[in-house]
């Protein structure tokens, strides 16, 4: 409606509510944007382009943003839809860019494969630090 120019950064509550179908209370917020926009010199392109940008931003960052999934380490199980804790930990490795600290607190000739994995990280410049318990040294 900026861009179209059907909404003018001078309008009211009630152009505001009539142009966009907003409840009454969330076209306050809205007046106050775009008075704020019109006082600082801004015009209704740059305002509809900034709007764009910061959408496309959130809708971009809320995608990528990780969400919780099961990781299990108990026996394997078709009825449980998780992931196993080796598979996690390995696809955390791999895909570590800076850092990465592992606490532990028993290291086992299983773990084998997860050094062989810590070891590709290193030469990918990842700093890794490894915490263990050394009370049965």
Known sequence: MLADNRLPLTAGALSVQQAS???T???GPVVALLRQWH???GTAD???AALLAASTAHYQAEAEASQARLVWTGPVSAAVPARSTLSVLLEL???AQHEMVIVG???TEGA???FAHLIAARQRGVRVVIIGNQLEQ
């Open 21 to 23: 179908n907003l409840p």
């Open 25 to 27: 209370a969330a076209t």
């Open 39 to 41: 006082t600082g010199g």
């Open 46 to 48: 740059t305002l509809a």
């Open 93 to 95: 490795i791999d895909t």
């Open 105 to 107: 607190y028993a290291l």
């Open 112 to 114: 084998s494969e997860v």
